[in-house]
């Protein structure tokens, strides 16, 4: 137990630290903008460079392992979906924006910084695999279900395009992507460029990780929804044993990269669902306040998972 509160407390310490620091000051939110800018922009690309382009290429082209965990999550997407439609009777702006809170880890901020701390740099792979498609795969889905709504109104080709450039262009997956090419040609940067992007990267997970603390802080809990009751088990508990679940019956993945799509899975509610809901003007106090719960839980539920995988008690392969 040791180990993990020496794993975890660092981890969940910076993010209280930014949160604390976020009350206590009451600085604006526009006065994150340039770290925000720093970590997505810079450090987090270059830890995502600089881990995926050390890797042998052909560990980066696992299409079991990424359709596998994508269909985990979507099944999470499509549960989450259907009782916010089906049972709840809300509409279909709403049911979206709640099955990405159930669906979307923090797999940015948080992912590689603990992955990393828990299974070291062998981890990074699969780290950059599940947010590079699952990235995509949310950047497609929200905007065609608000469009199939009546939620955005601009002509299809334009919301295409507008979904094919956040794909292309966010910097998380360009950097993954010239890391796949720098792995492909075997590219060593010079020493100098090297050293760089090390103090880059190793500013990543403590910059992100202040940065989200923060951002908690300035979006106070007002508003608790219904949906609470179910989004928070599903996305802490049933997610990461779905990915467990279907990993283990797909085939033989390397025990680590079980357990790293596990933790992945097992993450908060990402700060993008309510960016999303903010965007569409849909669901946005709520997706706030599931955010915040789920990350004040997931230090509970985060924490057992690891205990869980560190002592053996949850075994590499379900299905030996």
């Not at 089906?86 to 924006?97: E, Q, S, Y």
Request: proline fraction near 7%.
């Amino acid at each position: 137990m040791g180990d993990i509160i020496a794993l975890v407390l660092p981890f969940f310490g910076l993010i209280l630290i930014g949160y604390v620091s976020g009350r206590v000051t009451r600085q604006p939110a526009e006065a994150l903008g340039w770290l925000n800018f720093f970590v997505i922009y810079i450090a987090l690309p270059s830890l995502f460079f600089k881990l995926v382009s050390r890797t042998p290429i052909e560990e980066l082209t696992r299409i079991d392992f990424i359709v596998a965990s994508l269909a985990a999550t979507y099944a999470i997407f499509l549960l989450v979906f259907l009782i916010g439609r089906l049972v709840r009777g809300n509409t279909i702006a709403d049911c979206t924006i709640q099955a990405l809170a159930g669906a979307y880890g923090n797999i940015g901020y948080m992912g590689p910084g603990l992955a990393l701390l828990a299974f070291g740099e062998a981890a990074a792979v699969p780290v950059a695999l599940i947010f590079c498609f699952e990235n995509a795969a949310h950047f497609i889905a929200a905007p065609a279900l608000m469009a199939f709504a009546g939620g955005d109104e601009r002509p299809r080709s334009r919301v295409a395009l507008d979904v094919a450039k956040k794909i292309a262009y966010h910097p998380f997956i360009i950097a993954t992507a010239i890391g796949f090419l720098a792995a492909g040609f075997q590219f060593e940067p010079p020493l100098a460029l090297q050293r760089l992007i090390d103090y880059l990267a190793q500013a990543a997970a403590p910059c992100a990780l202040f940065a989200m603390g923060v951002t908690l802080a300035l979006r106070p809990l007002k508003r608790i929804p219904a949906e609470i009751g179910y989004i928070v088990p599903i996305k802490l508990l049933l997610h990461p044993l779905l990915v467990y679940v279907v990993l283990g019956l797909v085939g033989n993945f390397d025990p680590l990269w079980i357990f790293t799509a596990v933790l992945l899975a097992s993450l908060p509610t990402a700060t993008n669902v309510f960016v999303i809901g903010q965007q569409y003007g849909v669901w946005q106090e709520r997706a706030s306040a599931t955010i915040l719960i789920t990350t004040v839980l997931s230090v509970l539920s985060v924490s057992a998972l690891l205990y869980a995988i560190t002592n053996g008690i949850l075994p590499p392969d379900l299905f030996p």
